[in-house]
């Protein structure tokens, strides 16, 4: 039994860590264990990759290449191999993974059991949108193959399923080809909502990537900066400087805090106006920009932080991103990971998946203990009268009513529920 916590840091609750090593058996380890859950790198924010006093299968042993098509991009592989080591892999060939989230620090695995979304959901989708096969071990020794044309339903049910269908334990990813590992971008202030909007709508046809940080607390509107990129049509071989900072140490209380949040939010702010208009970035700079910090959660003290992510249908978005703005700075406490963006209308392959065609917010918040929770109170009635969902990869409280709603293919999704497989997630929402 060990300490283990997820990346919100909130809890590092007992664990029994088995380690997977041998994908062929995988089934034998599964079976001389208890009810547990997948874990690779941990990078979800709350207990969704979390079985407080029970077992943990940790993947990150099942990190081999099993086959990669240079002359048609497809890739084969196990699932706990990292986003990171397939770029730096294939990229120079000629390949890029089609969708990453903002780390590339998590495992395939856990990018298919949370359908994890990038910058450029409006044009590409989701990571499952461009899964070709999965392999599905269940605790019962069942194998299962399954794809979007074979056993479509438990396709459908493992890609973004929480890892609770079973134990995914190879993929075979369609990547799309790229000149390299250069971006066209454009950086643009804009002073509110309005302006975020009609950037994010101009953008939409034209550059693949899009995204926008939002300073939820100077007190001046809703200024912030909008961040667009396309891939760059050059072979350019630069190599690319990268400045690695570490967080020395875990501080003993929060960092981030009223004051240096009002300090960073104007500073970040000034700094990326000044460096307005166009530019080229290397990949990782641009869709990374925090794994250059490593150990950057510790920075959020002893207590942790929680993560709040919601999407809300697209004609309720203003609104409801106005009042959720509006609950900060009544609350007297902020992000300043604050990242608004928009959502493509395509339909989401997993029946738990969580993009859907709308506005997306994503906040930092330190965890302040109960004045932390009744603002999350006051955000969700925000979320539930806007008909949205909360980013269950990212959640660690929300209420169970709120996740019904937000969620109408539960009841078809939990046909397809492994009953050895559990996680503290599952448990606070799903009663199991």
């Known amino acids: 039994m060990r300490r283990v916590s997820s990346w919100g840091r909130l809890n590092a609750d007992l664990h029994h860590v088995v380690g997977l090593n ?76 089609p969708v990453t989230p903002g780390t590339q620090l998590v495992t395939v695995g856990g990018a298919i059991a949370n359908d994890v979304h990038g910058k450029n959901h409006h044009m ?19 194998v299962i193959e399954c794809s ?54 101009d953008s939409e046809a034209e550059w693949e990537h899009t995204v926008s940080w939002i300073d939820c607390i100077s007190g001046a509107g809703e200024r912030g900066i909008f961040m667009r990129g396309r891939p760059a049509d050059t072979d350019d071989r630069r190599e690319p400087r990268f400045h690695t900072l570490r967080m020395p140490l875990e501080p003993p209380v929060s960092l981030v805090n009223r004051l240096s949040l009002r300090l960073f939010n104007m500073a970040y702010f000034h700094f990326k106006k000044r460096r307005a208009g166009c530019a080229v970035a290397h990949y990782e700079s641009f869709f990374y920009p925090l794994d250059n910090i490593l150990g950057w959660n510790r920075m959020y003290g002893p207590r942790g932080f929680f993560q709040y992510q919601f999407v809300v249908p697209r004609e309720a978005g203003q609104d409801a991103v106005q009042s959720t703005l509006a609950e900060i700075a009544r ?45 999350f109170e006051r955000l969700d009635a925000i979320v539930r009268g ?13 209420p169970r009513e709120l996740f019904e709603a937000g969620y109408p293919l539960l009841n078809d999704f939990l046909k397809y529920r492994d009953p050895g497989i559990s996680s503290g997630l599952s448990r606070r929402l799903m009663g199991s």
């Open 22 to 97: 041998d994908r062929d058996r995988v089934s034998s380890v599964l079976a001389a264990h208890g009810i547990g859950i997948a874990h690779g790198m941990g990078r979800s924010y709350g207990d969704a990759c979390m079985n407080p006093e029970g077992v943990i299968w940790h993947t990150t042993g099942l990190d081999r290449f099993i086959r990669f098509d240079e002359q048609s991009g497809l890739l084969a592989c196990e699932a706990g191999l990292l986003l990171r080591d397939i770029q730096r892999l294939v990229i120079p060939r000629g390949w890029i993974l």
């Open 124 to 142: 590409l989708g989701s990571f499952g949108d461009h899964l070709r096969r999965i392999r599905l071990v269940r605790t019962d020794g069942n």
């Open 148 to 201: 979007p044309q074979l056993r479509a339903d438990w396709f459908a049910a493992t890609v973004g399923g929480l890892g609770l269908t079973g134990v995914i334990v190879e993929a075979e990813i369609q990547l799309r080809s790229v000149a390299g590992p250069w971006l066209d971008i454009e950086t643009a202030p804009y002073a509110n909502l309005d302006e975020f909007f009609r950037l994010a709508d």
């Open 331 to 375: 609350s007297g406490d902020g992000s300043f990971l604050a990242v608004l963006k928009t959502f493509g209308s395509r339909q989401p392959v997993g029946m738990m998946s969580f993009p859907q065609h709308g506005v997306t917010l994503a906040l930092d918040f330190p965890n302040n203990g109960a004045r932390t929770l009744k603002l």
């Open 386 to 398: 806007a008909n949205g969902r909360v980013y269950l990869a990212k959640d660690a409280r929300i």
